[in-house]
C-alpha cells in the first residue's frame, strides 16, 4: 500500500491562496502606476510598494511550484 505524497496544504487551498495573491499583486501594479502619473509622487512609498509587489510574486511562484507534480523520481 503507498502512501500519497505528503502536502503542505490541499490543491485547493493553494489555488485559493494563489488567487487572492494574484488580485493584490494585481491592485498593488494599479496602485503603483496611478502614483507615478502624478509627479511629484513620494519616492519612499513607491519603494515600499514595489517590494512588497516583488515579495507577493516570490509567494505567488513558491505556491505555484507546491502545484506542480515532481517529475523527478
Do not use: C, Y
Not at 23 to 30: K, Q, V
Not at 37 to 51: A, I, M
Amino acid at each position: 500500500m503507498s502512501n500519497p505524497p505528503s502536502e503542505p496544504l490541499d490543491t485547493e487551498a493553494i489555488k485559493a491562496k494563489l488567487e487572492a495573491l494574484r488580485t493584490e499583486h494585481r491592485d498593488l501594479d494599479e496602485v503603483i502606476e496611478r502614483l507615478v502619473e502624478k509627479p511629484p509622487f513620494d519616492q519612499l512609498q513607491l519603494q515600499r510598494l514595489k517590494k512588497r509587489k516583488l515579495g507577493l510574486k516570490d509567494q505567488i511562484i513558491k505556491l505555484e511550484s507546491q502545484l506542480i507534480p515532481d517529475i523527478i523520481a
